[in-house]
């Protein structure tokens, strides 16, 4: 039981916090912990981020923090490439998806290491936003990773937002959760289909233990965001996922050869 409040709160935390973040905790916990499938894992990751990131949301629009034309350009080609991601996702082993995910993880982390250059760009008015097309070429391919190994992608989501349509750091990351929330209520949506084909399912139980627990870190999270310092939580938060990242290749990899 701890373990899952645990968990759950560091997901809601890592998600008010940072904008990003919890799927990559979602995934590893519900499958090496709590013990479930992997592509129940996978759904059930994404219906928990996405309920979190929908309250999540909510402080950051009426603190007026969403760009809702950023949402349409980016979100719907994200939802798209969510649904073509989840397809593939159905047709590949757990395995394959597994170790895909634990690499997604170390691109997390080189994304929240590297030193930023995105505060300068973000405050420069007179530069114009990318085109849209980039934007949504963007968007698509996360949804695709979204789709495929269950994670929200507001870890390139955020950056993304901020270096094409020069917003605001806190305005990307309100942006960037009603943009999970709406890939993954389409991944979990076309990945209960295909569990279905294989008489399995997720468990609601534990996917609403972890929203309400996440729920609660989520608030404490953005309360936190105001008053930290978000480069140092993103170094700590990168080196876990590289420590985490590694277990996931490590572990699946053994099994893939074996």
Do not use: C
Request: hydrophobic fraction near 55%.
């Amino acid at each position: 039981m701890w373990i899952v409040l645990v968990g759950a709160t560091i997901i809601g935390l890592t998600l008010g916090l940072l904008g990003s973040g919890g799927s990559a905790i979602t995934v590893p916990v519900l499958i090496y912990l709590i013990g479930h499938g992997g592509k129940e894992s996978i759904a059930e990751s994404m219906a928990i981020v996405g309920l979190i990131s929908i309250v999540a949301a909510i402080p950051y629009g009426r603190a007026h923090q969403i760009d809702w034309r950023s949402v349409l350009y980016f979100g719907v080609p994200g939802m798209m490439g969510t649904y073509a991601g989840a397809w593939l996702g159905g047709m590949s082993s757990e395995v394959v998806q597994l170790i895909v995910f634990g690499f997604v993880l170390i691109a997390a982390a080189y994304s929240m290491l590297r030193k930023p250059r995105l505060v300068d760009e973000a405050n420069k008015t007179e530069t114009p936003s990318a085109p849209v097309k980039w934007i949504a070429l963007e968007g698509t391919g996360v949804g695709v990773l979204t789709g495929f190994v269950g994670v929200g992608g507001g870890f390139l989501i955020v950056p993304a937002l901020v270096m094409l349509g020069h917003l605001p750091m806190r305005l990307a990351i309100g942006t960037s959760l009603v943009i999970i929330a709406a890939k993954s209520a389409v991944g979990f949506a076309k990945y209960q289909s295909d569990l279905a084909a294989h008489s399995l399912s997720v468990d609601m139980r534990t996917i609403v233990l972890f929203v309400v627990i996440g729920i609660v870190g989520s608030v404490l999270g953005r309360w936190a965001n105001q008053r930290l310092n978000q480069q140092t939580l993103k170094q700590a938060f990168g080196i876990f996922l590289i420590v985490l990242g590694g277990f996931v290749i490590f572990s699946e990899g053994a099994k893939f050869l074996s």
